[in-house]
């Protein structure tokens, strides 16, 4: 969540550096180069009263996200008030919520199954989600979302998860196939190539530690799941 207090934004990030929702406001924060504190919440215990009476605040990673790159217009998103700004907007919302409502969950889903089947064909049919619904939004990607030269929202949203499928896969805690199947789209492939290249994905990622916690995660929802 974020706080702006007064005429001269302070901006104040409540976050954690291994929630990939919480990296889409610090990527949407360093692309656009604001100042900002940092309170680092640790999610592992239950929130002290001090960050629930916090206000005002903004909250909701998308939102927290939307809301930077409309106070500071940019790159990342352009400002309202013609109909070509408002198409590029539309778009990179359609695609931000077509990564979400139809792709999104699927890492976490796969990640948590017992089975290596069961693992094996959600991996495919993720694939074949990406490439029947993302792969053609990225046809004029050269090398951002709709032929930007410069990392859009598109990527703000999307790449917390995309750093995670990359590195999750590298370490075998999902299947390689979803490496190969995704590494066979076109336009896919090439558009999330980039994700890694990025200092502003890749400022707070520390590969090792996501890694290691999110292992951990996986095992106590697997274990929940048993119980
Ligand atoms: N829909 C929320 C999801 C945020 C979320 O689930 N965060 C996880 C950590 S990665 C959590 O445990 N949140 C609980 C909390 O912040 O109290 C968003 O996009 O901001």
Same mark, same amino acid.
């Given at each position: 969540?974020?706080?702006?207090?007064?005429?001269?934004?302070?901006?104040?990030?409540?976050?954690?550096?291994?929630?990939?929702?919480?990296?889409?406001?610090?990527?949407t924060?360093?692309?656009?180069?604001? #100042?900002?504190e940092?309170?680092?919440?640790? $999610?592992?215990?239950?929130?002290?009263?001090?960050?629930?009476? +916090?206000?005002? /605040? *903004?909250?909701?990673?998308?939102?927290?996200?939307?809301?930077?790159?409309?106070?500071?217009?940019?790159?990342?998103?352009?400002?309202?008030?013609?109909?070509?700004?408002?198409l590029?907007?539309?778009?990179?919302?359609?695609?931000?919520?077509?990564?979400?409502?139809?792709?999104?969950?699927?890492?976490?889903?796969?990640?948590?199954?017992?089975?290596?089947?069961?693992?094996e064909?959600?991996?495919?049919?993720m694939?074949?989600?990406?490439?029947?619904?993302?792969?053609?939004?990225?046809?004029d990607?050269? #090398?951002?979302?709709?032929?930007?030269?410069? $990392?859009?929202?598109?990527?703000?949203?999307?790449?917390?998860? +995309?750093?995670? /499928? *990359?590195?999750?896969?590298?370490?075998?805690?999902?299947?390689?196939?979803?490496a190969?199947?995704?590494?066979?789209?076109?336009?896919?492939?090439?558009w999330?190539?980039?994700?890694?290249?990025?200092?502003?994905?890749?400022?707070?990622w520390?590969?090792?530690?996501?890694?290691?916690?999110?292992?951990?995660?996986?095992?106590?929802?697997k274990?929940?799941?048993?119980?």
């Amino acid at each position: 969540m974020v706080a702006v207090n007064g005429n001269t934004p302070k901006i104040t990030l409540y976050t954690n550096h291994g929630c990939p929702y919480a990296h889409r406001a610090h990527i949407t924060i360093k692309e656009l180069g604001l #100042p900002y504190e940092e309170v680092i919440i640790h $999610l592992s215990k239950p929130r002290d009263p001090w960050y629930l009476d +916090i206000n005002p /605040i *903004i909250t909701e990673s998308i939102i927290v996200s939307q809301f930077l790159a409309d106070a500071y217009p940019s790159h990342l998103l352009p400002p309202t008030g013609s109909e070509e700004s408002a198409l590029k907007r539309a778009r990179i919302k359609f695609f931000t919520d077509t990564w979400n409502t139809k792709v999104g969950s699927y890492w976490f889903k796969i990640a948590t199954q017992n089975s290596e089947e069961e693992k094996e064909k959600l991996a495919k049919e993720m694939v074949s989600v990406v490439e029947k619904e993302i792969d053609p939004l990225l046809k004029d990607a050269a #090398p951002f979302f709709g032929g930007s030269s410069k $990392l859009t929202l598109a990527k703000a949203i999307t790449a917390p998860f +995309i750093i995670r /499928i *990359i590195a999750f896969v590298k370490r075998a805690v999902l299947p390689k196939s979803i490496a190969d199947g995704l590494n066979g789209l076109p336009n896919f492939s090439k558009w999330a190539a980039g994700v890694v290249k990025q200092d502003s994905v890749t400022y707070i990622w520390d590969e090792d530690r996501i890694v290691e916690q999110s292992v951990k995660k996986f095992a106590q929802v697997k274990a929940q799941a048993k119980a």
